[in-house]
């Protein structure tokens, strides 16, 4: 078993190994059990001990499953639940695993300020399907140990890449058997996890807390959390554009609407961490408060008003705060030197990623020739020359001829990295991005370039003003993580935009852009950043952004959308006003349009800005540098690791809070039989259903005529339904008179949340139906005599 200890052998005459894992407390029982066994004639006995036990400062596994550190405490068990593991590609990872070394070491305090209640044992849960681990824990050697392939975790993931040697894994236990896949027919093609799911993890593994990152659509809310969750959620989602733009509508209620995918997920959660100041506020308006049954629709009565009160306490108020990502300014910026460095001393971009990671370079993914050294036209490294306006030396770059301009440190370059992996939405605003830049290059360079004298008074094709620099995993190398590094098969095609068709049906000319879409080391990631003169990131929607920090970390320009976290982080820069509001195909988001000519004036303004800089225009430099130092300022005090991890210390208590709260209501009513008579349903008819917009928990699909015979009895099945079993999800009422279930003759009683998510498929009342049988697999059929249908006059 991974992450244990050999305590002794016991040598018999036969061949056989009993492999046995006890806690200290049992030491003397397994030793007992280990001598018996030699006694009978076994050949090898091997005792072992759980990783904990091993070392005494470690902490002992207790009766109960916790874990006792060298004090004699009890730690807290918590588990960190995101998409795949902690080294493989993706900003989710990458944070989870920044706040997994937080939370093991008290919140990043220092020891004199360590506190015993945030002691955690970090449990490490992916809910990606090509991450799924067999139940079990799983534990990794220390860093540079080199047995990294002897792990069980590898055996049962042969497939994924190996994690960097300096990343450090031994504080965390690895949990298997999470099932994500059953949930995969309810909305989008993409993993699920849900809250029946992660109470049978908690209970499995003993956990005090969970934490999660992930978008809050791929939570299931099927059945009340059974402990203490907490969400770190990138909302992607925002107010309506006219607020964004700072006039605020009287019926305005931010952007997350009882109607829209976000609102039963985020009520579900204890406590919600959001990622930008401008989602807090949506969502503390949204879930901060508990539900009113105020709704004539669902039947409130005034004598049922405090049974209703204790219903509305036992569905939560969910705890709010603004808790951004994890950033190190100063570890940012050496990263990016690191990369800058070795671009500058090795023959290209994969060249250098090989120098830096260890593996062989890869050489085979399209790299062009910008992405090489050793001549005018990389982006990397430049020939001196003389500027023939004032005959001063310069760094300048030759061009060809065949190949086009050169590229030197007066070159304006224009980066765009991110995700192309959407396959609808261009979430990430790749087009009008693209739009912006053409009509940039059309303004700035009107084809003309200039003349560059060489020292020994040869001349050639001058400097490009402008060059766009993508880089852009295509969606089938990020899997790549998961398969060996390897190179996908033919027929596995991207996801996204293709950029080189989008780039040529532009009509630019070939050499004003370079189309980078390999995966590289985090330092060559940062050197990009570092080398660009902005990053134009105008997506449509962002959660967060991690981009539009570490380009301004780093001292570069962002141009951004002002709408979201972008606006709220764009400080070195420029954010534009969108232009409209769009609507997602699936109805998950709510996208802002980017304004093409609002970029594209950004992008001339820090055009003029590079060209005064590199002029020395003394104005210029020093408002730049005022403006890049108070910008390092802001991200140091507002992204440093020590404050998130107070941050979260802070709202991890107030989930626990919440959920006693929660867990003492249910408690309550199911103790005294205070069921609500009340609040539990809404009846929805028609034809076209109307939007599910109300807090009743459940919604009844009904046709027209129908009439609820015993409102009391059905209340009172709908919330002993919700608060007792929790994960029924569909319930199917009987009419006189019995017959087979169809969707047009069926009356069923769903779950709110699951009608939201299903009318983003459809609307006619059949189909809605048919869909809810569909997930439902065996609908609970309740009795005869709750409803009836009545029919209209004339018919």
Known sequence: KSGTQLVGWYCMPYHFMLVMSVSSRRRRVGSALAFLWAAIGLHKVLLVVDAADADADAGTVSKDGGVSGSRGRKKKRIGLLTASLPWTFGPYQTQTHELSLLLSN???????????????????????????????????????????????????????VRPPDDLVLDHLTFLGGIDSARYKDIGPDRAYTSGAGINALAKQYRLDVIVTLMDIQRLIPDEAFEVPVVGWVPLHSGPPLHSAMGVRGS?????????????????????????????????????????????EDSGVTVADSSSLELAAVALGRTEVEWIPHIFDREAILASSRKGLDALAKEPSVAHADSKLSGSPPILDRGQERTLEAGHGRSLFTAARGVNEKDNTAASMSCGDRDEGPGIDDNTFVVLMQGGNYDKNDDRKGWDTSVQAFVRLYNKVHGGEYGKITMDDGSSCVGAAKVHLLIHSMESYIIESDMNRDGEAPPMVLPDGHLLHRLLHTTGLPRHTYTIDIAKHTPEIVAAYKARASICLHTSKVEGFGMNVIECQAVGTPVITTNYTAMGDYTRLGRSVVPRQMIKSPQGLHELALPDVEGITDALMELYDEHVAIRAKDAATVLRRADETEATGEWIDSAFAPQLVGSQFKSLIRRAEAEYERR?????????????PASGSYVVSKGYHQPIADWDAPWTLLAPDGLVVSNPTALHRICWEALLTSGRTNVMALSLEGGGEMTPENALLLVRTYVVQVLQMQASRRTSLVSLAINQAVMPRVLPQGLVAIVAKKGV
Not at 119 to 141: H, I, T
Not at 251 to 280: C, T
Not at 663 to 675: L, Q, S
Request: charge should be negative.
């Open 663 to 675: 867990t003492k209501a249910r408690r309550k009513i199911i103790r005294d039989g205070g069921t």
């Open 251 to 295: 019926h305005d209620v931010g952007g997350v609407r009882r109607s829209s995918s976000d609102y039963w997920g985020l009520r579900h959660h204890h406590a919600v961490a959001a990622l930008a100041p401008s989602s807090a506020v949506m969502i503390e308006e949204a879930v901060g408060s508990v539900i009113r049954f105020d709704n």
């Open 106 to 160: 008290n919140g990043g305090h220092a020891d004199d300020e360590k506190d015993d209640d945030f002691d955690f044992d970090v449990c490490w849960l992916s809910f990606s399907p090509n991450a799924q681990l067999p139940p079990g824990e799983y534990r990794l050697p220390a860093p540079g140990s080199g047995r990294y392939e002897s792990s069980e975790l590898h055996r049962h993931l042969p497939n994924a």
